[in-house]
C-alpha cells in the first residue's frame, strides 16, 4: 500500500516501510523547490489546510504552514491553548466547527496521548499528527531519516544511538518504529529513570551511559531534556544530568568515522548537547529544519495531492 | 404466592449440590429442592407458576459486591433504579454498592437512602458500604456503628486509597466490633500520578505513562501487615496483578483474615487492547499485561480468589468520548460479567461451572458475613438462570444501565443469564427487566 492510500498520518508505528519511502522519495524534489528562489508550485491550489496546536510549538507549526504554503495550499491556524478546552469546548466540537469550515487536512499538536487517533475516528478531515503527547511525532521522525538518508546513502542496517529522555520522547518513539523497519541497531541511552520499561523488547537496546550507546553509531540523535522532569524527581540536577549525558566532543571518537549528530531542537546548548557539538562538522541540525519543510511538503502533497481527490469526488 | 421452577440443572455450589431438580418457591423464600425423579413431584403444587428450567443453570442468584450507582449526587450517570435494573438484567439479586456518591456515605442518613431507594426500586437488593473516613477524606473515622445501622454491610473509601497507615490500621482495628470486611482499593497514589495504563511495554509503545503493578502491590503488603497486626478482617477489591496474589496467598496460608475479588475484565482483556485509544478500556486498576491475566486465572481456579465483582462503573458519554488521559476510569459491567466469565473462562475449559457459580454466590456472601447465596430451605428466593449456549452479541444500546461504557461492545459471547428471580419474583428475563 502507498502512503497516498491513507486518509491520516499518526504515527510511524503503523506504516509500513514502503509508504515510508514513498514519502522520503518525494521528500527529494520539494527540498529543491524549498532551495530554489521562488519557492511557489501550484500544486496544492484551491486547498486548505489548518494547523490546530494545543500546545506551543512555534518551529513545528512554521514548517508545516510554510510547506503548505510553498505547495499553493491555503493555510489557516487556530492557536488553542489546553486552558481555553477547559472552559468547555470538548474536542470534538472544536473539530466539527473547524471540519464545517472546509479545509482538507488538519494538523494537530496536542498534550494528550491519542487524541489525533480520537480526531481521525471523527472526522473526515485528513489528520496529520504533528505531535501527541508522549506518543509520536512522525514527521519529524521522518525528517530525520530523510536526513540520515541523505548523509548515508541509505538507512538500511545503521547503527543509531538516541540520548536521553527515552520514556518521555515522542520524536525518540518516532524515531524508533521508524528506523527498526529498515533494520537499524537502535540504542537508546539515559538515566534509568528516562528509559521506558521492557524497551528491549522492542528491539532496542538501552543503556545507562552515553559511551555504550555511541560505540560505533553513525548517527547520534540528542533529545532535548525538559527541566521539568528533575522537579519530577527523575533526575538531581541540570549539572549532574550534563556531567552525565551531554554530547561533547570526545565522545564523537567512539563512533563510527563519519557520524553524523542530530536534534529535533530547541537545543539546551550546555545541558544535552555542547556547543562545540551543536555547531560542529558533524552536527546536522540546521539541515534538519530545512529537510523538515521538505518532508511536510512531500506529506501534504501524498495527502492532498491532485489525482485521488479529484477522483473521489 | 408459589413459583416452581422446573427441570433445570441446580448447583449450589454453598450444599455441593449439583443435579436435575426442581426449586419451590413460597413468599419468597426457598421451600426446597424436589428431585426430577420424585414421582409425586408437582401434586400438591397445582396452584404455582412454573417456569421450565430445562436445559438451564439454576443458582443461587448472583451477589456482586462492588458496584457504583452514582446515586445520590451523580444520577446522570446511574441511579439506583437503572442500576438495580441492570444488575437484575446481568443476572444479579444483590449488589453492594460503593460510597463515593455526593454527599458520601459516611452517615446513616446517606446510607438510608440508598436502602429505601433500592426498595422503592423494587427490583434488586441493594446493600451499600459506608465509607471508611468521614468524606474519604482519609482523615477520620467515619461513625461505622451508626452506618451499620442503617444497613452497611462494609467499609471503604474506594477509589480513594486510605493514605495513612495509622487510619488504615484503627479502621482495621475498630471494625471489629461490626466483624465488617475493611474493602480496600490498593493503589499508592504517589506510583500511580498521572498514570494512564500498566506500566510495562506497552505503555511506552502507545506514548501513555504508565502505572507499574508494584502501585497496587506495595499497598495490598502495608493493609496485609495491617490486617495482621489489629485482627481486622481484610478484602482487597479488584486485584489486577501477579505480586498482589502471592502477598494474598501467603497472608491466607498464614491465617491473616484477608478476602479478595477479582473483575470480568482483568480476567479478560490485556493492556495491548488500549493500543487504540479506545477510552473504554481505561479502568482502574488498569488492564494488565498477559502475564498478569495469566495469573489471576490461575488463582481463580486454585481456590486463591474469593469472589467475582464487576466494579460497575457507569459513566456518561462525555466522560468517555474524549482524548484517553480526559477519559474517567471505569467499565460498566453489569451486564456483560457472567457472559464474559462464561463465554471466555468456562465454555473454555479455565474454569470449572461449579467454581464459576461459587465465586458469584457463596465467595461473596462469606467475604460478606451474609445469609445469600444458598438454596437452602428457608433463604431469601434469590435464584439466576443462565443459559450456557444462549449466543449473544454485547450491544451496550440495549444496556438497562444508563452508561454504554464496555470494552466488550461488539463481542460475540455464549452463555447469558436468562431469568432472574428476586425475593420469589421474576425481575428480568432474557435481558428484558420488569
Known sequence: MGFDQRKDLLGLRDLGREEIEQILDTAIPMKDIVQREI????????????????????????????????????????????????????????????????????????????????????????????????????????????????HKGRLDGLKVAILGDILHSRVARSNIY???????????????????????????????????????????????????????????????????????????????????????????????????????????????????????????????????????? | MRLRVRDGRIIDPAHNVDSVADVLIEDGRIVGLEPATDPDRGSTQGDAQVIDATGKIVCPGFIDMHVHFRDPGYEYKEDIETGSRAAAAGGFTTVC???????????????????????????????????????????????????????????SDDGKPVMRADVMRNALSYSRIFNAPI???????????????????????????????EAEETMVARDLLLARLTGGRLHVCHVSTRGSLELIRRAKAEGIAVTCEVTPHHLTLTDEVVGSYDTNTKVNPPLRSEDHVQALRQALSEG????????????????????????????????????????????????????????????PARVLGLDRGTLSPGARADITIIDPDRVKRVNPETFNSKARNTPFAGMELRGWPWM??????????DGSVG
Do not use: W
Not at chain 1, 500544486?43 to 499553493?72: D, H, M, P, W
Open chain 1, 39 to 150: 519557492k511557489k508550485v501550484p500544486t496544492l491550489r484551491g486547498k486548505g489546510l489548518i494547523t490546530v496546536f494545543y500546545e506551543n510549538s512555534t518551529r513545528t507549526r512554521t514548517s508545516f504552514e510554510l510547506a503548505g504554503k510553498y505547495l499553493s495550499a491555503d493555510t489557516s491556524n487556530l492557536a488553542v491553548s489546553t486552558s481555553s478546552v477547559q472552559k468547555g469546548e470538548t474536542l470534538r466540537d472544536t473539530i466539527k466547527t473547524i471540519e464545517m469550515m472546509g479545509p482538507q487536512v488538519i494538523i494537530m499538536r496536542h498534550s494528550m496521548s491519542g487524541a489525533p487517533h480520537y480526531v481521525a475516528r471523527n472526522t473526515s478531515m485528513r489528520v496529520i499528527n504533528a505531535g501527541d503527547g508522549t506518543n509520536e511525532h512522525p514527521t519529524q521522525g521522518l525528517l530525520d531519516m530523510f536526513t540520515i538518508r541523505e
Open chain 1, 178 to 313: 521508524g528506523l527498526l523497519k529498515f533494520g537499524c541497531e537502535v540504542r537508546v541511552a539515559g538515566p534509568p529513570t528516562l528509559i521506558p520499561p521492557d524497551v528491549e523488547r522492542l528491539g532496542v537496546k538501552p543503556c545507562f551511559t552515553l559511551e555504550e550507546a555511541i560505540r560505533g553509531a553513525d548517527v547520534i540523535n540528542v533529545l532535548r531534556i525538559q527541566k521539568e522532569r528533575q522537579q519530577a524527581g527523575l533526575f538531581p540536577s541540570v549539572d549532574e544530568y550534563s556531567n552525565l549525558y551531554m554530547l561533547r566532543p570526545d565522545h564523537l571518537r567512539l563512533a563510527a568515522p563519519g557520524a553524523i549528530v542530530l536534534h529535533p531542537g530547541p537545543m539546551n546548548r550546555g545541558v544535552e548537547i555542547s556547543s562545540e557539538m551543536a555547531d560542529g562538522p558533524r552536527s546536522v541540525i540546521n539541515e534538519q529544519v530545512m529537510n523538515g519543510v521538505a518532508v511536510r511538503m512531500a506529506v501534504l502533497f501524498l495527502m492532498m495531492g491532485g489525482g485521488r481527490d479529484e477522483a473521489a469526488s
Open chain 2, 97 to 155: 454498592c460503593m460510597p463515593n456518591t455526593d454527599p458520601v456515605i459516611d452517615n446513616g442518613a446517606v446510607a438510608s437512602y440508598v436502602r429505601k431507594r433500592a426498595q422503592d426500586a423494587g427490583v434488586i437488593d441493594v446493600l451499600p458500604f459506608g465509607s471508611i473516613t468521614k468524606r474519604q477524606a482519609g482523615e477520620e473515622l467515619s461513625e461505622m456503628g451508626e452506618l451499620v445501622r442503617a444497613g452497611c454491610v462494609g467499609f
Open chain 2, 183 to 213: 474493602i480496600s482499593h490498593c493503589e499508592d497514589l504517589n506510583l500511580t500520578r498521572d498514570g494512564q495504563m500498566h506500566e510495562g511495554y506497552y505503555s511506552f509503545v502507545f506514548g501513555l505513562k504508565g502505572i507499574p503493578a
Open chain 2, 304 to 363: 486463591l480468589i474469593d469472589c467475582i465483582a464487576t466494579d460497575h462503573a457507569p459513566h456518561h458519554l462525555e466522560s468517555k468520548d474524549c482524548e484517553y488521559a480526559a477519559a474517567a476510569p471505569g467499565i460498566a459491567g453489569l451486564e456483560t460479567a457472567v457472559a464474559v466469565i462464561m463465554d471466555r473462562l468456562v465454555h473454555s475449559g479455565a474454569l470449572d461451572i461449579t467454581k464459576m457459580v461459587s465465586l458469584f454466590t457463596v465467595g
Open chain 2, 420 to 429: 432472574t428471580i428476586s425475593e420469589g419474583r421474576v425481575v428480568a428475563h
